[in-house]
């Protein structure tokens, strides 16, 4: 696949407001449905929806253990990456709500010296 096909692609994951919302729940952990549920206050279907948009782009991945499959992103960076565009747009028009990092400090603070 073409790079910019791809890269339209994780766009597309993305610009979904309830993922980024998933994304942003999961930064730091690992998370059973009934948790991002919780998290997000969507039905479960809707939340499963997501996660399998997700999972099938390669933003996440699972594991079981014992009846629960536990979601984690499968690259961290992403949220380096999404953090970046937030610092990109924050002075400019479109700016909602982005006065706050998107995940916690210490992540960010790992890329920063992994860079």
Same mark, same amino acid.
């Given at each position: 696949?073409?790079?910019?096909?791809?890269?339209?692609?994780?766009?597309?994951?993305?610009? /979904? *407001?309830?993922?980024?919302? @998933? @994304?942003?729940?999961?930064?730091?952990?690992?998370?059973?449905?009934?948790?991002?549920?919780?998290?997000?206050?969507?039905?479960?279907?809707?939340?499963?929806?997501?996660?399998?948009?997700l999972? /099938?782009?390669?933003?996440?991945?699972? =594991?079981?253990?014992?009846?629960? #499959? *536990? *979601?984690y992103?499968? /690259?961290?960076? @992403?949220? *380096?990456? #999404?953090?970046?565009?937030?610092?990109?747009?924050?002075?400019?028009? #479109? =700016?909602?709500?982005?006065?706050?990092?998107?995940?916690?400090?210490?992540? #960010?603070?790992?890329? =920063?010296?992994? @860079?």
């Amino acid at each position: 696949m073409d790079e910019l096909k791809k890269l339209q692609l994780v766009f597309q994951t993305l610009s /979904d *407001y309830n993922r980024l919302v @998933i @994304i942003r729940t999961i930064c730091d952990k690992e998370c059973p449905v009934g948790e991002l549920v919780k998290a997000t206050n969507l039905s479960q279907p809707l939340v499963s929806h997501h996660l399998k948009v997700l999972k /099938d782009n390669g933003v996440l991945e699972t =594991k079981r253990v014992g009846p629960f #499959i *536990y *979601y984690y992103l499968r /690259d961290v960076k @992403i949220l *380096y990456a #999404i953090n970046l565009f937030i610092e990109l747009f924050e002075n400019s028009e #479109i =700016k909602q709500n982005t006065s706050s990092r998107f995940c916690p400090e210490w992540i #960010i603070n790992n890329f =920063k010296t992994k @860079i």
